[in-house]
Nanobody
Framework: QVQLVESGGGLVQVGGSLRLSCVASGGPYAGHCMGWFRQAPGQEREGVAGVESDGSTSYADSVKGRFTISQDNAKNTLYLQMNSLRVEDTAMYYC???????????????????WGQGTQVTVS
């Protein structure tokens, strides 16, 4: 089974930056989509960014131009670079993996099969 472990969260001031990492193990990885989601207390889990196996990406409107999703396949690692952080970005951030199909929706949580335990991001 695929296992995912996030890291890189922490405290940051408004306007600052953080880079989250997600290390994947247990493959195979061919045909997988990867995504970042976040959840604040009392709110539903929200899709932030996702990447298909062919490299195409999708972002939530709230983070476009500020966040960038990327992969280092040699290290089996997914990244989320977060710039110009806002208070409303405060949440627990999760990485996820799913088996791609023709109708896969990158920002929909129910599409994903595997989840990390999360890393907290707090902006103040």
């Amino acid at each position: 089974q695929v296992q995912l472990v996030e890291s890189g969260g922490g405290l940051v001031q408004v306007g600052g930056s953080l880079r989250l990492s997600c290390v994947a193990s247990g493959g195979p990885y061919a045909g997988h989509c990867m995504g970042w989601f976040r959840q604040a207390p009392g709110q539903e889990r929200e899709g932030v960014a996702g990447v298909e196996s062919d490299g195409s990406t999708s972002y939530a409107d709230s983070v476009k131009g500020r966040f960038t999703i990327s992969q280092d396949n040699a290290k089996n690692t997914l990244y989320l670079q977060m710039n110009s952080l806002r208070v409303e970005d405060t949440a627990m951030y999760y990485c996820a993996a799913g088996t791609q199909n023709i109708l896969f929706r990158l920002l929909v949580a129910n599409e994903y099969n595997y989840w990390g335990q999360g890393t907290q991001v707090t902006v103040s």
